[in-house]
């Protein structure tokens, strides 16, 4: 049986020009997939019951908070985009990569999968073990492309800051889920709709 060598194994950053779409479109339901797994599987081992979780909101207004909230973010981040330099709001390219030319339905599926998972991890099961604290340090810590940018990881850390404390007053996982799919739908077609005006003028 061949040894493997783990000496040869180098690991290094991946430029987003390297990455054809397929691939980048692999990594992300391949990660997602795996943050939904383990969101679930800590669930379990929390005694927690997954369909109460994802039960829907007894009352309308934890939907009308989802929305207050996800308005707030966006309305935020085109102040920032406004009057900061790009350079400090770069995540390397990926987010103009993975929105860029992607139709309008495959938007808001991506941003509905990564909402439900990444919600149901770290709303779901690390807020109820550490509290919003330490999820939204988490957090902001996975979300490695911006932690070049002191402003971008205090922005992902507030937001999920938000994100956890609107889970805590409606009582309901759905509330941040749907603020944030909000957030990365709008993005995405900003992104998306701003890259053809671009290539519109060009």
């Keep these: ?16 020009s390297e990455l054809d779409d397929r691939m980048l ?3 992300l339901y391949l990660t997602q997939a795996i943050t939904c797994i383990l969101g679930i599987s800590i669930v379990f081992f929390q005694s927690q019951s997954l ?20 308005a707030g973010v966006l309305i935020f981040d085109f102040l920032i985009a406004r009057w900061v330099p790009e350079e400090v ?10 929105f ?14 990564v909402a439900v998972c990444e919600e149901l991890l770290f709303r779901g099961a690390i807020q109820h073990a550490f509290g919003p604290y ?3 340090i988490l957090f902001a810590a996975i979300h490695i492309r911006y932690l070049r ?21 409606t009582g309901s ?20 709709y701003r890259k053809d005006e671009e290539l519109g003028e060009g």
């Design 1 to 16: 049986m061949k040894k493997i060598n783990f000496r040869n194994i180098r690991i290094r950053q991946v430029d987003p």
């Design 25 to 27: 479109l692999v990594n």
């Design 51 to 70: 369909f109460s979780l994802l039960r829907f909101p007894e009352h309308i207004s934890a939907w009308g908070w989802a929305v207050v909230f996800a």
């Design 89 to 98: 709001t770069d995540d390397g390219g990926i987010n103009k990569k993975l």
């Design 100 to 113: 860029g030319q992607r139709p309008l339905w495959h938007i808001a599926v991506l941003s509905f999968v």
């Design 134 to 136: 330490w999820t939204s």
């Design 149 to 169: 940018h002191w402003l971008m990881t205090g922005m992902v850390f507030a937001i999920s800051y938000g994100l956890g404390s609107l889970y805590s007053w």
């Design 173 to 192: 996982l759905w509330a941040p889920i749907a603020a944030h799919f909000i957030i990365d739908f709008v993005m995405g077609c900003i992104i998306r």
